[in-house]
């Protein structure tokens, strides 16, 4: 499940809300443990989730790089062709 939080720093464009709130999304389930709730847990979820969206969007927001934004084609391609050699094509 935590393979999923991708990397959201030096994109153009930048992260979209979508994306950050994904990956908050998969970090409360991987520290949780858990994929499905219980409506007695369900508020306590949903309120980290939102904590986690806040921060990374605030931590997104002031980070610096030198370095040239990447492209999310590019990268998309790369993360394909490394899945390839791994796994076979499909």
Do not use: W
């Not at 959201?8 to 950050?20: K, S």
């Not at 847990?41 to 002031?62: C, G, Y």
């Amino acid at each position: 499940m935590c393979r999923n939080i991708k990397t959201l720093f030096n994109f153009d464009p930048p992260a979209t809300e979508e994306e950050i709130r994904a990956a908050a999304l998969q970090y409360v389930r991987k520290i949780s443990g858990f994929t499905a709730l219980s409506a007695a847990n369900q508020a306590a979820f949903d309120n980290a989730i939102a904590e986690i969206e806040q921060a990374s969007h605030r931590l997104l927001q002031v980070l610096v790089t030198n370095a040239p934004p990447k492209d999310r084609q590019v990268e998309a391609a790369k993360a394909h062709a490394k899945a390839e050699r791994r796994f076979g094509a499909a």
